[in-house]
């Protein structure tokens, strides 16, 4: 600690280049709280390969090495050099040591200081996955990577417990190791043994140390989990400036000692001398992070400004997301803008106008929309994927818990609450239970989740972009029904997405050539066919070409607001002039979602003004979301009579299972139907066997 230089770092005053003195005169001074010891600087220091089994010691044995880490600071630790004022800890210390030798005091307790090993921020780390974590590794340093599914509150730990005799006054002190302890009962100083007193002991909370506990639980990414297998889970301890560092929904690598611990309570009669394992957190690192606090390199940024000022990069980052899914191009531009987003307005009396896009894709099976789903939750930083059959109302907002520590019921977040500042991706949208879907309406538009159930009133943050999928009612998009009826959802979550795309699996034959080339070329190739010369652009470069663009809040000209108002006009006379068989759909939403994408698409400029080209490709995408169904609608053919019978027949039928013969005909005479077409309906489906008639025909 004392002998270790960098050459890298400025020179010190006192210490010159010794990093880890410089870094303990900081503490000394009060300047940091923390001190890191890097496994990196160990291995470089010990590098003779008689002194490198130290290293691999410290690896082993992490626990027992901190203690000794510790006490060689308390050795060598500099004095202060520089005036500070004096927090609570230090007068209660000086108080202490008025009265009595400092070496009467534990060492913990007269520290400001944490300790921890560690590695280095970009080295290789040798992460072991969850599932083959063993008890070959119990006291070692390991480094592990999960999906935070529970982080608890930051609640104090005692670390250092203070007792006070009743009797005499004298101050003792116990360190407290683990999750319990065992608390002084009786005085043990000179004053009391030759008073043959014995006074009781009495806890003072305010002398004892305390430091900040949260517990965090962890679960292998999905990637990991082998078929038909559970994810495994683990908990996490973190302690001081460990805590507060993940949220529920991150994916973090936590690196740490590997420890175990007996139960405690009931659990520990049944349990016997079975163990349970946690993982003592010193490094949490975030991986995803959310795009407001992604950094950049200066490289990165300086590749964007230039890529930015070649070719037309709206076409090429849309062709970028999925490059293996032939076609689509407007599905993946309404799915760029879905990334970057509009701008999220709030009033000055707190009203908050959301700026978050909502697309819905809804088509028939085959046409690549679970694909591009999972895409989309990969490229986002923040992406949770869930499917509709398998989501329940609780799994999607929050469920309510029994904390196993405190006993408090608490609340767990759902998919919903994870994607905060990300994208939901909802899977089979069309599957779900109506009951279930009614709880995403409040995320869709005010982007909360109020919840009141366990005596718990609250609300949390859901400020998400939803991405569903579906299929229409019938499976396939029947053409004989009108759009509304193949979409059947209702008007009140329809009109919250700002783009519904009806895609058509439609027999071409250079358009089924086509995509068919593109299948097997990918099958064989395992990349996308190479088209017009274009290279997709990588995954990390998007993400750092979005976290730029979020950063732009751009605003409408008042020359454009009228441009804007007379369009969306028009579209609301386009909807009382439309047919029955016509898919237009325009509510008061629609004109806040033509902003929305129009301010997307001015980010992705990187522009500060939405000009009349936003808007225009705004509209354009509006088009094209149902310019599909549209234009291929087929002929209005008159409606088959004995299938519109039958369906009245079935209607009738439904609660008792019998209908009288009089009283289907009088229905089916006020309808403009004749006696011969009833009797051809009841004939036909009687003939099927779907129909039964009574002896006398009635």
Known sequence: ??????????????????????????????????????????????????????????????????????????????????????????????????????????????????LIFAYKEGSKLDIIPLREIGSGEVGRLVSLRGIVTRASEVKPHMSVASFVCDVCGHEEFKTVGGMTYLPLFECNSEVCKSNHSRGNLHQQTRGSKFTCF????????????????????????????????????????????????????????????????????????????????????????????????????????????APEIHGLEDVKKALLLLLVGGVTKEMNDGMKIRGDINILLMGDPGVAKSQLLKHISLLAPRGVYTTGKGSSGVGLTAA?????????????????????????????????????????????????????????????????????????????????????????????????????????????????????????????????????????????????????????????????????????????????DVTKSGYVYVTPRTLLGIIRLAQGLARLRFSETVDKDDVLEALRLMEASRASVNLEEAPKQRTDPVSVIFKMIREECKHSGNVAFEQIQKKVASKGYSLEDLQECINTYADLNVLMLSNQGS
Do not use: W
């Open 214 to 321: 949260q517990e965090i639980r962890i679960q292998e990414p999905s990637d990991q989990v082998p078929i038909g297998q559970v994810p495994r889970s683990l908990k996490a301890f973190a302690y001081g400036q460990a805590t507060r560092r993940c949220s529920p929904g991150d994916m973090v690598t936590i690196t740490g000692p590997f420890l175990t611990m007996p139960y405690t309570g009931m659990r520990s009669i049944s349990a016997g001398l079975v163990h349970d394992t946690f993982l003592e957190a010193f490094q949490i690192t975030r991986e995803k992070k959310s795009y407001q606090e992604t950094t950049l390199s200066a490289e990165m940024v300086e590749r964007i400004h230039n890529e930015r000022s070649g070719q037309d990069m709206y076409t090429r980052l849309a062709k970028s997301i």
């Open 1 to 114: 600690l004392m002998s270790f230089t960098d050459p890298d770092i400025e020179e010190h005053e006192i210490h010159g280049r010794a990093t880890y003195m410089i870094q303990l005169q900081q503490v000394a001074n009060r300047e940091r709280n923390l001190l890191t010891v890097y496994i990196e600087d160990l291995e470089a220091h010990f590098s003779r390969p008689e002194d490198f089994t130290l290293v691999s010691k410290i690896q082993n044995n992490t626990k027992r090495y901190q203690k000794l880490f510790y006490d060689v600071i308390d050795n060598i630790f500099p004095p202060a050099n520089r005036e500070f004022p004096d927090t609570i800890q230090d007068v209660i210390t000086k108080q202490r040591t008025a009265n009595v030798s400092p070496e009467f005091l534990p060492p913990e307790i007269r520290r400001t200081y944490e």
């Open 400 to 576: 309510v818990l029994k904390d196993a520590y405190t006993g408090e019921m608490t609340l767990e977040g759902g998919a919903l609450v994870l994607a905060d500042q990300g994208i939901c991706s909802i899977d089979e949208f069309d599957k779900m239970d109506e009951r279930d879907r009614t709880a995403i309406h409040e995320v869709m538009e005010q982007q909360t989740v109020s919840i009141a159930k366990a005596g718990i009133t609250t609300t949390l943050n859901a400020r998400a972009s939803i991405l569903a999928a579906a299929n229409p009612l019938y499976g396939r998009y029947d053409k004989r029904k009108t759009p509304h009826e193949n979409i059947n959802l209702p008007a009140a979550l329809l009109s919250r997405f700002d783009l519904v795309f009806l895609l058509l699996d439609i027999a071409d034959f250079q358009a089924d050539l086509c995509l068919a080339e593109a299948v097997t070329y990918v099958h064989q190739n395992l990349r996308p066919k190479d088209k017009d010369n274009f290279v997709a652009l990588e995954t990390n470069f998007m993400r750092a070409y979005i976290a730029e663009a979020k950063r732009i809040d751009p605003v409408i000209p008042t020359e454009l607001h009228k441009y804007i108002i007379q369009k969306y006009v028009e579209k609301r006379l386009e909807q009382t």
